[in-house]
């Protein structure tokens, strides 16, 4: 495993269409995931190779890949990261839910855990998001098929 090697917005990205599989409790074979994100199951096993390749799962034969700790890890921040984000546009800028998503979605994979830090500490503690279940830094799968940020990206 390279660790100079970054995770990219589109490896973030299955990632969380693994997660929300619920990949972190059993392998998520490439169809469910090609039909989520909607994309071939050539390109999914790729990335499922390459994700494992960078230590964030185990690709369990015949099976599919299963999320470890740091996989999972990853999808929690980005998710936490971008509920922030979003909250944060709006409240500074006074944009509108929608746009505060898109400008979160444009940026957040870029954002340093620093800035996410400053950031928190500005909200303060009257943290919350239009899903209701997003300012939290553990999820369970099943908690994200309300959120708006899930189902704009996945076909769940
Ligand atoms: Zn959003
Ligand atoms: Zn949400």
Redesign the pocket.
Known sequence: MDDNVELTPRDREYLRGIFVLKGNREPVGPSKLAHILDVSKVAVLEKMRRLEAMGYGDYVHRRGLLLNEKGTEVVQKDIQR??IM?RYFQDNFGME?TE??RE??AMDPFISENFMRNISTSLGRELSCECGCCIDDHYDPEDLYDC??FK?QFKV
């Open positions: 971008h509920h979003e839910s505060a998503c979160s979605s708006h940020w704009r």
